[in-house]
């Protein structure tokens, strides 16, 4: 699946080649849907790139924008009601509404801000796109007021609907003052969802405060959708054995950047890990050290044995930063090593964070059998935050639910 760093990227070179395309954004969901908030594809005169969930829905938002692309003007909502899509030769699952927003970028005018979108997805680097969905009208603006057509003096400046930014909040800077009406409250508000990579669509008070919105009922208020920019999630695989190859390769198909660490090069090449995105030949404890870790990071130690699964989670833990963190074996072995580790006066409470036993209970026993059991617990904690004796963590170590 295309990540976020593909999009901005794909974005960056349409438009060097100065090329212009629609970019088509779920901003808000109600009910089952195929795809989350935040997910989004370019569409230009040559197809798309990107999906919003495919179907009959999708193929809707794609005529609308390349209707957005051909004719230009400002960007629009579109509602993809999926409760009554009966026409299709096979009815999938998934039966709520999504809202889409539809906005045409220009090579001379959004050049720079697709730039520091991708470049911010590229070094994982919190940063949002804050974009006006709904420009609303400010209390003492008469009806037909528009940014074209200015209310008049002393009266509160109109957003624009498409009108965009981007919150980096590794940057002192506040290019948010003024923006959509925007207060230095709202500026903190935005700066801690970024920072949480949560998106999420706000409505702008009148006093400059953003308040979480679902709806899209006129109100006279400016609304505003924050997509942070979260970058490629990032696999790490310490061990290069037998279990380490599936894994690698699911990992690359669910769209994650995999690195493969092992100190064998024998082990850790490109011949067994075609699809690695980084394969490092170092000593385990010298690999993790040079790694940044942040909650982006999905850690696995799958090494040949328990006294380098010890190092890989002790130099691990003393970095963690939000990052999962997992090890193999059996329920022995786990409680073993962790016992040594909190010996040396490592909190009970970064040993609960410790996903060992590894995966979930699927009775697995084969490499890839194994592997699709660490990647399904994966996805139950990035996706879902699920925690129960379903994971193995929980079931037979001391994994915190």
């Known amino acids: 699946m295309i990540g976020p760093e593909e999009i901005w990227a794909e974005a960056v070179r349409t438009l060097e080649r100065d090329k212009s395309f ?17 997910a989004k594809m370019i569409v230009r005169d040559d197809g798309q790139f990107g999906t919003i969930g495919g179907g009959c829905g999708e193929a809707e ?34 039966g709520g509404i999504m809202d889409v927003f539809i906005d045409l970028w220009r090579p001379r005018a959004d050049l720079e801000i697709a730039r520091r979108l991708a470049e ?41 609907v498409g009108e965009r ?39 702008v008070g009148a006093d400059g405060a ?11 208020a400016p609304r505003v959708f924050l997509d942070p920019i979260t970058g490629a999630q990032r696999l790490i695989i310490v061990g290069a054995g037998h279990i380490a190859q599936p894994l690698a390769q699911l990992g690359s198909m669910l769209g994650f950047h995999v690195t493969v660490i092992d100190d064998r090069a024998a082990f850790a090449n490109r011949e067994r890990f075609p699809n ?13 050290e040079a790694l940044e870790l942040d909650r982006h990071c999905f850690l696995l130690s799958v090494t040949r044995g328990h006294a380098f699964d010890e ?9 963690r930063n939000g990052a999962f963190i997992g090890m193999i074996g059996s329920r022995r072995r786990v409680r073993a ?18 996903h060992a036993p590894l995966g979930v209970d699927l009775g697995a026993e084969t490499p890839a059998e194994i592997a699709v059991s660490i990647i399904g617990e994966i996805i139950r904690e990035r996706r879902a935050g699920v925690r129960d004796p379903f994971s193995l963590g929980v079931k037979l170590g001391r994994l915190r639910r």
């Open 311 to 319: 190092e890989v989670l002790r130099t691990a833990l003393k970095r």
């Open 22 to 38: 629609a970019l088509a954004t779920v901003v808000n969901v109600r009910g089952s849907t195929p795809r989350e908030v935040g």
């Open 61 to 94: 938002v794609f005529r609308k924008a390349r209707v957005l692309l051909e004719d230009g003007g400002d960007g629009r909502l579109a509602e993809v009601d999926l409760t009554g899509d009966f026409d299709q030769q096979q009815i999938g699952t998934c």
């Open 120 to 160: 911010a997805a590229d070094h994982n680097r919190p940063a949002a796109l804050l974009t006006v969905v709904d420009p609303g009208n400010p209390p003492g603006n008469p009806p037909g007021s528009s940014p074209g057509n200015p209310p008049g003096p002393g009266i509160a400046r109109l957003a624009r």
């Open 210 to 220: 953003v308040r979480p919105t679902t709806h899209f009922e006129p109100s006279g």
């Open 276 to 288: 690695a995105d980084q394969i490092i030949v170092r000593p385990f404890a010298a690999a993790i």
């Open 165 to 203: 930014t981007v919150v980096d909040i590794s940057r002192r800077a506040a290019p948010l003052d003024g923006f959509a009406g925007l207060g230095a409250t709202a500026a903190q508000q935005l700066g801690e969802r970024t920072a949480d990579a949560v998106a999420a669509l706000f409505e």
């Open 337 to 354: 090593t962790l016992e040594r580790i909190a010996e040396d006066g490592v909190p009970a409470s970064e040993l609960a964070e410790v």
